[in-house]
């Protein structure tokens, strides 16, 4: 029986954040958001590496969120 976990990946430049899902050995969900400050885009970043639960409306909020990944 195989293990899967969830891990995640992010990764920034500036005020864009492109992250996603990692599940098992499969690539799941990406997105790449902009932030209006490069503070909100290291908070980002830091709660995708932390595998917090984030959604639309999970402050800080995207200025755009643009799915790569379904």
């Known amino acids: 029986m195989m ?4 891990k995640r990946w992010a990764e920034r430049t500036g005020k ?3 992250w996603g899902n990692i ?4 690539l799941g ?3 790449e958001e902009l932030f209006r400050t490069e503070e ?6 830091r709660q ?5 639960p984030i959604g639309k409306t999970r402050e800080p909020i995207a200025v755009r969120r643009k799915t790569i990944r379904a």
């Not at 599940?23 to 499969?26: A, R």
């Open 40 to 45: 909100e885009a290291k908070e980002r970043e």
């Open 29 to 31: 969900q990406e997105f």
């Open 23 to 26: 599940v098992g050995p499969w």
């Open 3 to 6: 293990d899967f976990k969830l």
């Open 16 to 18: 864009t954040v492109c």
């Open 48 to 52: 995708a590496l932390a595998g917090e």
